[in-house]
């Protein structure tokens, strides 16, 4: 593994006339006399050893991709002398008018690229590598392949070797083993899987045409029949698209028609509401109301509701996880109305986190009592249970108790019904998504003992509960991380995927 502080290691020669510096990234250089061509340029130290291996000009760089392992080395200097070119649509993450917008917008979900430069910019970058399109080196033809994945815009360098061989560079489309270097960059939001699909397009297309020497960005090249590399990783690309999409395959939505009261207030049992897009309120027969995912798109519409309960007091409120579309009305509420806010260990965890993470909010926002990890919670007459429920995100808890004589579970977005995003609200490395025991499988496991009657999740979405559903589910779980396993270099999730959550030097990363 290559480390952003290491210096380049000494150059490798792949065949005659093309060689490999293992730097930041993989840098290729492919040589023609004293000229040549390099793809990446990581660090650029690499640049002092060119001598030596005879090799007086550089005439062009061709970067595969835009993230800072590629290309960092470039802002040390305004002017190189070498042409730099960048796959068109590039320019947005590389060039400083592009990179000061896109850092000052925090973003709400994933963001557009875990690792792209967050100051600066390049100048003079030509954006002219298309895929399907070439460009001429004196009479050698440099051609360019779509291949996407490491972002949307990445591209594979195809040239041929003065030996006749076709030499791929393809940046992070294909690492050794068929996998992928840091499969998180598939992610390009919280629960699709538009970007495994692309990077299974990608190398379908790659493998489309006969490939001599695979020369991916990290790991060593690939000269071993490359083409049953390339058959692999797409093979196993769609698979991780396919866990990416229906997780309780043939089953019904199983929904609960409620009494509606207003467009945004519905009445799902006689002490149970559902207001706007994510809150629920539940009413005590001593008159007073504990709020569930308070948000305040929702505060509308929760008035509405307040104006049909006359002289009812919310005097709780709770979340079933961090984001903020479940939360951030809890302060108002305590304004408003002095409602106590209760949180589950693992949420006040999450929002205590000075990393940037999907949807937490950039300002603090403080429980004033916390529940237990595991137990039990009284308020008013309802008894509940309360345990930690990791899935769409690993800060997420679920509560249940019985309204109106039916065992009502408030499980916000780990499990929807099957219409509703594919049954879940997804799962993703910067969510700290997990699947076994202490992930989606083990939650899946913790509803079927439960046995609720009534699942009220997030966004609105109440349903009957099945347990044949989440025995589908389980094995789900199974399938999803057994694809992302196989896509990481040695297997190992927390090193290659959950590196996504550690982003510390976002800029909106709060300060407390
Ligand atoms: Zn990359
Ligand atoms: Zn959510």
Redesign the pocket.
């Given at each position: 593994m290559t480390s952003k502080t290491s210096t380049s290691s000494n150059p490798v020669r792949l065949s005659s006339d093309c060689w490999r510096i293992a730097d930041t990234c993989n840098v290729y250089v492919l040589q023609r006399g004293e000229r040549a061509i390099a793809v990446d340029f990581g660090s650029g130290r690499w640049l002092a050893r060119l001598p030596a291996m005879g090799i007086r000009h550089l005439d062009h760089v061709f970067l595969t991709h835009h993230h800072t392992d590629q290309c960092r080395g470039l802002l040390a200097r305004k002017s190189w002398p070498f042409v730099i070119h960048a796959p068109a649509g590039e320019r947005e993450f590389l060039s400083a008018e592009g990179v000061k917008p896109l850092n000052a917008a925090p973003p709400g979900g994933c963001p557009p690229s875990y690792d792209r430069l967050r100051y600066g910019g390049l100048g003079g970058v030509c954006y002219d590598m298309a895929g399907f399109s070439d460009q001429f080196w004196g009479s050698e033809r440099i051609r360019f392949l779509h291949t996407p994945g490491h972002g949307r815009h990445a591209c594979t360098v195809v040239a041929d070797s003065q030996d006749g061989r076709q030499l791929a560079f393809c940046g992070d489309a294909v690492h050794a083993h068929a996998t992928i270097w840091q499969p998180y960059h598939l992610e390009w939001d919280h629960w699709t899987g538009e970007g495994a699909l692309a990077a299974w397009e990608g190398v379908q297309r790659l493998s489309g045409i006969k490939v001599d020497l695979l020369c991916p960005s990290h790991g060593p090249a690939i000269a071993t029949n490359p083409a049953s590399t390339l058959r692999l990783t797409a093979r196993r690309l769609m698979a991780l698209y396919l866990v990416k999409g229906q997780i309780s395959a043939g089953e019904r939505d199983r929904y609960i028609k409620p009494e509606v009261l207003t467009a945004g207030v519905r009445r799902i049992l006689p002490h149970l509401f559902q207001f706007g897009s994510n809150g629920y309120l539940l009413l005590s027969d001593a008159g007073t109301a504990f709020v569930i995912d308070p948000f305040l798109d929702d505060m509308p519409a929760l008035d509405e509701l307040m104006r049909r309960l006359p002289g009812v007091r919310i005097l709780a409120t709770a979340a079933t996880?961090y984001?903020w579309?479940?939360l951030d009305a809890a302060p108002l509420l305590r304004k408003r109305h002095g409602a106590r806010f209760w949180l589950h260990p693992s949420l006040a965890e999450a929002l205590s986190c000075r990393h940037w993470r999907p949807?937490l909010k950039p300002i603090p926002i403080i429980p004033d009592c916390l529940w237990p990890d595991q137990g039990t919670w009284k308020w008013e007459d309802y008894a509940f249970r309360i345990a930690h429920w990791p899935g769409?995100?690993w800060w997420h808890c679920v509560f249940m108790t019985e309204v109106d004589g039916r065992r009502v579970m408030f499980g916000?977005?780990s499990f929807q019904p099957p219409s509703r995003w594919n049954g879940t609200?997804g799962f993703c490395a910067a969510n700290g998504s997990r699947f076994g025991a202490r992930g989606f499988a083990g939650s899946a496991r913790l509803a079927i003992r439960w046995r609720p009657d009534i699942l009220a999740c997030?966004h609105a979405t109440y349903c009957r509960f099945s347990s044949s559903r989440f025995r589908k589910i389980e094995r789900w779980a199974a399938r999803a991380e057994a694809a992302l396993k196989a896509l990481c270099p040695d297997g190992d999730l927390r090193r290659h995927y959950y590196a996504a959550t550690e982003f510390s030097d976002w800029p909106q990363a709060r300060s407390r």
């Open positions: 996880h984001h579309d479940h949807w769409q995100t916000g977005d609200g997030g």
